[in-house]
Structures are given as C-alpha cells and as structure tokens.
C-alpha cells in the first residue's frame, strides 16, 4: 500500500489541489444543481441523549419530548449506529472535520494548540468552487476561521449568558442566551445571503458543553422528575488498567458544588459573582434564583452522605445538561423550519454531528477523553432528500475524519486523496464499498490536564477494542459482543492471545498507514 505523504507535503499540494477540485466543480456545475450544505453541530452532546438513538435513555428522551427536532430530522434521513471520533475533544474534533486528517496531520493534538488555516481545509476547497461559505458559533480552534465569506464566533469556549461574539470587525458582546443568539445569526445569515451561489452553513452550538447553563425559560424543566441512572454509576474501577481508576471525572468525587451543580447563594443582590453568573442581567438573576434557591434549601436540609449524595448530584447534573440538550434542539428546528420557509428542503443536504460524545454517569463519570465507547462515539444524522431513504440506520464504521471529503462529493467534486478519511456518499446512498474500513484509530494525547485521562491510543474493530496507555505500558483489550459496558479487560486471558496478537499488528497497520508519530519512552 502506498504510504500517505507527511504533513509538509500535505500543505505544499493544497494549492495545486483547490485548483483542480475547482476546475472539477466548474464542470459539475454545468450538468446539474448543486446541493446547499448545512452543517449542525454541538459540543459535548451524547448518543444516549438523543431520541433517534437507541440508547438507555432513548424512552426517557422521547417520553419527555427533549429532541424532537432531532427526531425529525433522523426520520426523514439516515443515522449512524457506528459513528466515532479519532480524538474525543473538542478542539482536536473540530479539526480532524475541517481537514480529514488525523491530530497529529493536521497539527492540533490538544486543546492548548493553534490551528494551521494554512493547509488545505474542506470549506477552502468549497468557496474556491464558488460556495458562499459562513461559520457561525463556537470556532475552539485559537487561529481565526479562513474559507469562510462570513464568520461570527464565540472566543474560545464563549459564554452561555450575553456572551461576546467575534467577527472580522471586532468583538460585539450581545444580551440573550447564546444558543438562542447563534440561532438567531445563523438565521440572519440564510436570509440575507446571495441566493445565487449555493451555500455551505456551519452552525456549531456551545451547548451542552460544562457548566451547564440552562436558558431561563428551561431552568425549572424535569423539577421533580428522576432521570434514570446508569448500570455503572458506582464503578468500582476493577479488571482494568490503572488510569481507569486514577482519572478526575466521577460525579460524586470531582463535581464542583456552584460551577457545575448551581449549589450557591442568591445571585440577586450576590457582592461577588464569578464566571457566567456575574455576566447575567438582574431579570436573568432573579429567574434563576427563582427555581435554584429553592432547590437549594431542601438540599442543604437533606444534608446528603455517601452513595446519596452521589445520587443527588447525577440527578442535578443530568437536569442541567438535558436543559440544555432542549434549548439546543430547538434551535436546531429553528433552522430546519427556515429551510422549508425559504423553499430550500429538496436541494439542501442537512448534517447534525457533536465533536465527540459524553458521559452521562457511566461509570460514575462526566466529560469525555476516553476511547470507551460513551466518549468514543459522536451522533451522526444526515438528511440528504432524493439521496439518503428516510429513516436509514447505517452500519458502517465512520470517523469524523471522513466528514471533509464527504462534503466535497457532496457538493460535485472530489477531495484530496491525501486526507485519511474516506467520503461517506456512498454509504449514504444505500452501497457501502466492498472494502470499506473494518477498524477504526484513535489517540488521545493531551495528559496531565483537566480529569488526568492518561494518554492513549487503540483500534477498535467490529468485536474488539484494544487500548495502549504508553506512557504507563500498559494494555487493555474488550469483548464487545460479550462486555459492551467494558467492565472487564481480557487483555491477560490466555484465550485471547491470539486476538491480542492480531489486534496490535492492526494497531501498528493503522499507524503505519497514517504516518502516527513514535511513542514516547514509557514512564518508570
């Protein structure tokens, strides 16, 4: 097999291959339509949160209407059941989709790094082609956005309260809830834009990304509700690595009482009001306070201990995600409800993703990082009319590194054959490739930070899942038929040797295949 060209050699050949995917779509044009593009996208949101999906919270979602404009638009499209990321963070995610690179390709490991707008991206290549191009929302990537005619982005992680908005003319901070206000600009953009040009939209939400804040009108939604609770939410850690065991993501550990659950004074009259409560106006305020210091109260009286408190606090943190989830798809429908008013259904392709999953209590966590299977898997929903069969469930297993020459097929032409994913139109038209990938890569890098999630990478395969923690040397290998929770590693069970065996020759194809850098020396 012909090895991938290094990164350096990548961005020498982007130039030479926008102009020729550009001259590809000139003559497309000619022949047909081409579609418009509009690319949904949140932060931090789970599958098990997701009415479409087929979770363990599926009947709760749905029983208490918290997707449904998620649900339609899966209804009338297809979902991906198989759907992973190559490096379960944010700003890595965001990356890995503009380019079709893995991290480190494309240069953005951690969250601490700065994107290279430089090489060849997914929207450049479409604006060449003639798209109009508009980035609205949470950017994360540090450099300023490029392939875009337009861009309004929050900075940095941005604020869920009258948050600051950037744009090529300054900073403008605005009153409202930001989900609500990215809504509100991504709709003002889809109208005012020049109808002549098709149009590729990305609208990338903050929500439901930590600390929880839910808009006004949701503060009080599911008061009184009990919100089920996972298998796992007291994992004891036993029959895997070492890093399982030593992380600083448990709910009943490591869950800050004001940030992450609300537990705090009034907000009306506070002296002192740190982070997002201090941006809120006295009306926001006094809402909150209505439906906080209440709950509050009966909290403090209760004076929880032990597995109770623990409880207590994944009861409170799953209410305040879900708020969020709700304002979120409503915004979502906001959208789609704009596309049918303006005519635009039949020729627009719709696609909702997050960049990576979440815990919602499995193994007593929150956050994300891990290639277990929660953080692991990101939703995938596209809505393609004429193309994708409504209600599709797609078996194929998918990256986020094949987002970027999907989108380029999608919209006539053919991206670069130096990027590592592989486009997903023909999966999404119903014919999977007869030798479509059987084994996915993953590798997390950036440790000691925030929850201390060891380094790592693996290979997951249809039944199989290895892991390598390098920088402790050590290994753990799942069943997945057998132990979907990943309970329990079977890396040391002789009746797995051979499996191990094939698994590690897989891992070091793939990162063969990718030109993966070295391990560093294992740690004494």
């Not at 893995?102 to 604006?127: C, E, I, Y």
Request: glycine residues 6%.
């Amino acid at each position: 097999m012909p090895q991938p060209p290094t990164r350096r050699e990548f961005l020498h050949a982007s130039a030479a291959s926008a102009i020729v995917l550009s001259r590809t779509f000139r003559n497309v044009m000619a022949a047909q339509t081409r579609p418009n593009i509009v690319f949904l996208f949140s932060d931090d949101h789970s599958l098990q949160t997701i009415g479409a999906y087929k979770t363990r919270l599926q009947t709760f979602i749905n029983e208490h209407d918290l997707t449904p404009n998620l649900n339609r638009l899966a209804a009338s499209g297809g979902v991906f059941e198989r759907s992973y990321c190559c490096n379960s963070l944010c700003g890595p995610s965001r990356a890995a989709i503009l380019t079709g690179l893995h991290s480190h390709a494309n240069g953005f490991v951690g969250n601490g790094d700065r994107f290279d707008g430089s090489q060849w991206t997914m929207p450049k290549t479409l604006q060449a082609a003639g798209y109009q191009t508009a980035m609205i929302g949470k950017w994360h990537l540090v450099s300023e956005p490029t392939g875009f005619d337009h861009w309004d982005i929050l900075p940095g992680q941005g604020s869920y309260y009258n948050p600051d908005f950037l744009t090529p003319e300054g900073r403008d901070h605005r009153e409202g809830y930001a989900t609500d206000l990215i809504g509100d600009a991504a709709l003002t953009w889809l109208r005012g834009r020049d109808t002549t040009k098709p149009f590729l939209l990305m609208c990338q939400h903050k929500a439901p990304h930590r600390a929880w804040m839910p808009p006004e009108r949701y503060v009080s939604l599911l008061e009184g509700v009990t919100v089920p609770e996972p298998d796992t939410l007291f994992d004891d850690y036993v029959g895997r690595a070492t890093p399982a065991s030593e992380q600083e993501m448990e709910i009943g550990e490591h869950m800050r009482m004001a940030y992450d659950l609300k537990v705090r004074p009034p907000l009306v009259d506070s002296d002192t009001l740190p982070g997002e409560f201090g941006r809120m106006t006295e009306a926001q305020k006094i809402a909150w306070d209505a439906a906080y210091v209440p709950r509050n109260t009966q909290f403090e009286q209760a004076a929880l201990t032990g597995r109770d408190l623990t409880r207590w606090k994944y009861q409170a943190y799953m209410k305040e995600y879900l708020r969020c989830v709700k304002a979120l798809d409503d915004n979502i429908g906001r959208v789609l409800d704009e596309l049918t008013a303006q005519g635009l259904d039949d020729n627009t392709v719709v696609i909702y993703s997050s960049d990576q999953g979440f815990y919602n209590g499995e193994h007593g966590w929150f956050d994300k990082r891990w290639m277990y299977e929660e953080s692991l898997s990101m939703p995938l929903i596209v809505r393609w009319p004429g193309e994708v069969a409504p209600g599709s469930r797609f078996q194929p297993m998918v990256q986020n590194i094949d987002y970027a020459p999907t989108l380029v097929e999608i919209a006539g032409g053919r991206a670069s054959a130096l990027v590592h994913g592989r486009s997903l139109v023909p999966v999404l038209k119903g014919h999977t490739p007869d030798d479509w990938r059987t084994s996915i890569y993953y590798h997390y890098y950036e440790f000691p930070a925030d929850h201390r999630v060891q380094a790592h990478v693996g290979v997951r395969t249809d039944q199989h899942k290895l892991i390598y923690y390098y920088p402790v040397d050590e290994w753990e290998l799942f069943d997945m038929a057998k132990d979907p929770q990943e309970l329990h590693s079977v890396y040391a069970d002789p009746a797995y040797a051979a499996v191990v065996a094939d698994m590690k020759v897989e891992l070091d194809r793939l990162r063969a295949q990718y030109r993966e850098r070295p391990y560093p020396p294992a740690s004494a």
